[in-house]
């Protein structure tokens, strides 16, 4: 009696063993794999979008620009070329949403640091009074790494139609003024492809730490 109960407990044990990793295989097999949206014009609201890009529906990518950041530097999107970046607009004497953003975009900073995939870009919607200096004194102020993250200005019109018609963020100011923009605490994220991937709340924590996930999962650092 003891040795086949034995030889049956050694069964149960076999048996227990291999449903449990079938189970496993089965779960995995069937468990959703994170997957990212890829954002066009007709996906996002229309009041974020130029109107002449609004029925884009695939295929839309970052256009090329050219601006000067904190340094007095020319910063193209070859800068950017093969990153992941987050993107954002701003100015400085912003007393309303803008401190919070870049206080959060600097823990976003932290927490691509070593990750040489990844990088962030900040626009000011008011280049006639951001200068070079200001920004840079503004740099300064929340401890930007000039390797990691630009910040810049440039013509007006550049910008606008950046904001409006690549990166789908920025509702227009006032109708009277074709260049008017109100600024907006949206954060983007661009993958290496130059395809929006996402948008989050640049003032709140929540979003923040939801964006940092995404960005390690589009750069290889968190599993699906």
């Known amino acids: 009696m003891p040795s086949s109960f034995r030889k049956y407990r050694v069964f149960i044990g076999i048996f227990v063993v291999f449903s449990a990793i079938t189970l496993f295989l089965f ?33 839309h990518t970052i256009a090329d620009f050219s601006f000067i950041n904190q340094n007095g530097d020319t910063i193209t999107q070859k800068n950017y070329e093969g990153k992941i970046y987050v993107a954002d607009f701003f100015f400085t004497t912003c007393t309303s949403i803008c401190p919070k953003m870049s206080t959060n975009m600097t823990e ?78 949206n954060f983007v994220l661009v993958d290496e492809k130059r395809r929006i991937r996402g948008f989050y709340d640049g003032t709140k924590q929540e979003d923040i730490q939801r964006l940092i996930k995404d960005i390690n999962f589009l750069s290889g650092q968190e599993e699906e």
């Open 108 to 185: 976003v900073q932290k927490a691509i640091l070593d990750n040489p995939k990844v990088m962030l870009l900040s626009h000011t919607v008011f280049p006639e009074t951001d200068s070079v200096p200001v920004l840079k004194k503004y740099a300064i102020k929340y401890g930007v790494k000039d390797n990691k993250w630009n910040l810049v200005t440039g013509a007006k019109k550049d910008i606008y139609t950046m904001a409006r018609k690549s990166y789908l963020a920025v509702k227009m100011g006032k109708p009277s003024e074709l260049l008017d923009m109100v600024h907006t605490e």
């Open 27 to 59: 779960y995995g097999a069937l468990k959703p794999k994170k997957v990212l949206p890829i954002y066009n014009p007709a996906d996002v609201n229309p009041e974020l979008v130029d109107s002449t890009v609004q029925y884009v529906s695939k295929y």
